[in-house]
């Protein structure tokens, strides 16, 4: 773990006050320094392995510990609770309160936690006295890197929130850290186990939509109001506005990405391209609907609007990657995927496939695609479907996630996601960076799993 005063002092400092603004913006410009044209791979570290198809020994019970119980944690420990096999034995928080409400909702499964709570270091004396199989990480971004670190080297299996990391080197040190520790290390893209992106996947692999050419993903989110928030996301998220570029880009692009088989054996990301609009809506929102001597009526919210990437495949796929969290647009990860013989796309649903629609110049109506999706349903969501909407969490595909995770660490197979798509996501970020700095110059993709991409095989839960 980087143990420099710098970033001791923000790491710190974030975890007291629940402000990671400095530290995240400081980091995140770093994307700029960090991405490189320079194609050259550092070597694998002596002792280390690839991680790609990587199985662990199969744990019966799988001891799981929770660190970051705002509402994205307590959602995802609360929500899987009653997964079978599973056995939440530790809550991590800097608030004495989240743990304790936590640790009564769980309680109800009979889940029997020990609390950490009111320091900064809390997870580290968690992660030496519990030892748990596998731990979630659902912390602001920022901490996401020394977290997992320590986690892994810890010996312990572990699940961070979107985005892996902010910059390569926090990338690149993950990926030496987990193929060294030979621990599972995914970045949970719950995106990937939604209903219609796994239909796509099923649609997708079973050759319908022939061979692909081109993906749009998206984060098209409004999140101005979070600049209200006293506590909360909206005070570590805001500052991260100033810097221009992608800044979240893994919910559109973790399924568009898995139906090319990015990074698994098919395709790989070579290059990209990045632009962004006029900086304008957070600047005009913060002057109207809040005082003037507020914070960020005191900031200069330069990054802009809309950011738009475009990314080349080393087969010479494209896909547009769009990021939009200041708009007023309705809400829309876009998740279209085009091949020779189809189409499909999401926001609203619209598909259509050669031979099984017969209109190419037409949508299905409402009630034919409903159908049509029902057909080519995902086995998953065949099985747990009815389960996964009950309990929820996105529509159910945070609970299918948690499910997956604790059946693949049980039954000692590769996870749907390993850390290298988590680290190839993430990269667009400082990535976008970079290329808007230098006026959409092309900003070439690190290989992450140093060439053994293609030895690894595409995500095996359609079978």
């Not at 602001?140 to 902010?166: N, Q, R, Y």
């Not at 898995?258 to 990209?272: E, H, K, T, V, W």
Request: proline share 5%.
């Amino acid at each position: 773990m980087n143990s420099s005063p710098l970033n001791n002092f923000t790491r710190r400092h974030v975890l007291k006050t629940g402000l990671a603004g400095v530290g995240a913006l400081s980091s995140m410009a770093l994307g700029i320094e960090s991405a490189s044209n320079d194609k050259k791979t550092p070597p694998r570290k002596e002792g280390s392995i690839y991680m790609g198809d990587f199985a662990a020994p199969k744990i019966k019970n799988v001891r799981m510990a929770f660190i970051g119980l705002g509402q994205r944690g307590r959602s995802l420990c609360t929500g899987s609770a009653g997964i079978e096999g599973l056995d939440i034995v530790a809550l991590c928080d800097l608030s004495e309160d989240k743990c304790k409400s936590t640790e009564t909702a769980v309680n109800r499964d009979n889940h029997e936690p020990k609390l950490y709570y009111g320091s900064p270091d809390a997870y580290e004396k968690m992660l030496k006295e519990i030892q748990p199989d596998a731990v979630i990480i659902a912390t602001p971004w920022e901490l996401h890197h020394p977290m997992t670190i320590a986690s892994l080297k810890a010996g312990v299996h572990t699940f961070m929130e979107v985005a892996m990391a902010i910059t390569m080197a926090e990338m690149w040190d993950i990926v030496d850290t987990c193929e060294a520790t030979q621990k599972h290390c995914m970045m949970m893209e719950n995106v990937n186990y939604g209903y219609k992106e796994l239909a796509f996947l099923n649609i997708v692999r079973q050759g319908l939509l022939g061979d692909l050419l081109h993906g749009e993903a998206a984060y098209i989110h409004d999140l101005r109001y979070q600049m209200k928030d006293v506590i909360g996301t909206g005070t570590w998220r805001s500052p991260i506005y100033q810097v221009d570029g992608n800044l979240y880009p893994t919910h559109g692009l973790g399924p568009v990405a898995q139906y090319m088989n990015i990074a698994r054996g098919d395709d790989m990301f070579a290059r990209l391209v990045s632009f962004s609009s006029p900086s304008k809506g957070r600047n005009q929102y913060a002057k109207k609907h809040l005082p003037a001597d507020h914070k960020w009526n005191k900031m200069d919210f330069k990054g802009g609007d809309i950011n738009t990437s475009i990314i080349k495949t080393d087969l010479g796929r494209t896909i547009m990657v769009q990021w939009d969290e200041t708009t007023p647009r309705p809400y829309s990860r876009l998740n279209l995927i085009q091949g020779t013989q189809g189409t499909l796309a999401g926001f609203p649903l619209r598909m259509h496939i050669e031979g099984v629609t017969p209109d190419a110049h037409h949508w299905p109506s409402e009630k034919e695609l409903e159908k049509l999706i029902k057909k080519y349903e995902h086995p998953l969501w065949t099985k747990m479907g009815t389960v996964a909407r009950k309990v929820g969490g996105h529509g159910g595909m945070d609970f299918m996630m948690m499910y997956r995770i604790v059946q693949c660490l049980r039954e000692g197979v590769p996870l749907d996601q390993n850390v290298y798509e988590g680290a190839f996501w993430s990269a667009v970020g400082p990535l976008s960076i970079a290329s808007v700095a230098a006026g959409g110059m092309p900003q070439i993709f690190p290989d992450f799993t140093r060439g053994d991409w293609k030895k690894t095989k595409p995500v095996g839960i359609c079978s």
